[in-house]
């Protein structure tokens, strides 16, 4: 009997982590994942937020988590791994914006960026397949940017930009080196949405305009259009998808 295509986006009985949930496009996934059927367990510093999340979403396990510090990344996976065995799905959406002149970036800023943007995700995807069983799979969705894949100077930042692009790259390695082991590792490519992120971008008339002119839908995004293409990823209508790289940016890197 042939599989409902509805039915391969169900994420029913699967659990989601996601990080930097707190706000903007992380409260989206949390939120989408939920809505497919996962047990989220949505984690962020901002614990307030984070609370409110999980009285909006029924089921929702909040996790106060600092992922640049070892032992909350640690307490993060053994929290997820404790509800059912192990975690199905990854979101490695925690991050951080930088200074866009690189003249002005000061070395401490660069190494935040990436001590939280790339690092803490690289770690926090290791610890998660240690922890798998060997017989589970499990679908990693990284967060990177079109900061990553192309110049968008006079915003972005060269720490910014650094760290996604390095992503990018993360991504593609460990789907190669988890692969036979049923992990898949892609990276989703978000463009420019309204977010605390991008807080101005879109209130000023400026900047908005740039992105009206540089998008090909002439806009910037709206409210959960990333959200089915991580749902794609997380799910098993993407089960022979694995070192992607999928912008959803309303064909800003196609230019």
Not at 119 to 125: E, V
Not at 157 to 163: D, K, L, P, T, V
């Amino acid at each position: 009997m042939a599989t409902s295509p509805l039915s391969m986006f169900d994420l029913s009985g699967r659990v989601a982590v996601v990080t930097g949930a707190s706000s903007g496009l992380g409260d989206g996934f949390a939120r989408a994942l939920a809505a497919a059927g996962a047990t989220v367990v949505a984690a962020a510093r901002r614990v307030e937020r984070l609370e409110a999340l999980a009285a909006d979403v029924p089921g929702l396990v909040p996790v106060a988590c600092d992922v640049t510090d070892a032992g909350d990344r640690e307490r993060l996976v053994a929290t997820a791994a404790s509800i059912n065995g192990g975690i199905d799905v990854l979101v490695n959406n925690a991050g951080m914006p930088g200074p866009p002149d690189a003249l002005t970036e000061t070395p401490e800023e660069l190494d935040a960026i990436l001590a939280l943007n790339l690092t803490a995700g690289i770690r926090l995807a290791v610890e998660t397949v240690r922890a798998l069983p060997e017989d589970r799979g499990a679908s990693i969705i990284n967060i990177s940017s079109v900061v990553g894949l192309v110049s968008t100077a006079p915003i972005g930042g060269a720490g910014y930009a650094a760290s996604k692009a390095a992503v990018i790259g993360v991504t593609r390695e460990l789907a190669g080196q988890w692969g036979r082991r049923g992990v898949r590792v892609n990276a989703l490519v978000p463009g420019w949405f309204d977010t605390e992120m991008t807080d101005g971008l879109f209130t000023n008339e400026k900047s908005a305009g740039w992105v009206r002119r540089n998008t090909m839908l002439g806009r910037g995004g709206r409210t959960g259009e990333v959200d089915g293409a991580l749902l794609f990823l997380a799910s098993d209508a993407a089960s022979y998808v694995t070192g992607h790289v999928l912008a959803v940016d309303g064909g800003w890197t196609a230019r």
